[in-house]
T-cell receptor
């Protein structure tokens, strides 16, 4: 069974701080990695994807991938109260099926 | 506007009734997916289809059925055999292939009493 694990949280950070969200996965054949944000009662929306080892930056968001350690993370700089949501890590393997983690609930405190 | 639509947003049914959830996309995506989400939990894959007239079971297919007669449509039927059908159901689509992200519809919240 392919697994994706995340700390369920809640992770609380003060406004303006860096929020660090982590995800580990079990399938070494995984090729693509995605971060989705989900507000309560809403559907997930894609915020970042990464395919290669290293860092990828998009505005206040940075995704980091380490395939050797089977680890992917999302950093949110200058966190805002509007960033308060559940963040889902998703991994796409050879079978072209997405496996989602349980999500980490982030709370940004004003 | 391009996107994925799901209807209805809220659905109420009595136990023992079958119910069909609609999912339509105009993104010209080949692949479509159905997920179930329970409170405080992640997404679990019910069924997926990578091409018209073909679909495969996901991790929790028991009690569900699907069809894919058109590229843009992927309806999900929740049958009376599904023991605990109350949940948030999400439809997604993707271009397909190893590097393409999924996009989600707004979801249907099904309550069975």
């Amino acid at each position: 069974q392919k697994e994706v694990e995340q700390n369920s949280g809640p992770l609380s950070v003060p406004e303006g701080a860096i929020a660090s969200l982590n995800c580990t996965y079990s399938d070494r054949g995984s090729q693509s990695f995605f971060w989705y944000r989900q507000y309560s009662g809403k559907s997930p929306e894609l915020i970042m994807f990464i395919y290669s080892n290293g860092d990828k930056e998009d505005g206040r968001f940075t995704a980091q991938l380490n395939k050797a350690s089977q680890y992917v993370s999302l950093l949110i700089r200058d966190s805002q109260p509007s960033d308060s949501a559940t963040y889902l890590c998703a991994v796409l393997g050879d079978g072209q099926n997405f496996v989602f983690g349980p999500g980490t609930r982030l709370s940004v405190l004003p | 506007d391009g996107g994925i639509t799901q209807s209805p947003k809220y659905l109420f049914r009595k136990e023992g009734q079958n119910v069909t959830l609609s999912c339509e996309q105009n993104l010209n995506h080949d692949a479509m997916y159905w997920y179930r989400q329970d409170p405080g939990q992640g997404l679990r894959l019910i069924y997926y289809s990578q091409i018209v007239n073909d679909f495969q079971k996901g991790d929790i297919a028991e009690g569900y059925s699907v069809s894919r007669e058109k590229k843009e449509s992927f309806p999900l039927t929740v049958t009376s055999a599904q023991k605990n059908p109350t949940a948030f159901y999400l439809c997604a689509s993707s271009i397909g292939g190893a590097q393409y992200e999924q996009y989600f519809g707004p979801g249907t919240r099904l309550t069975v009493t």
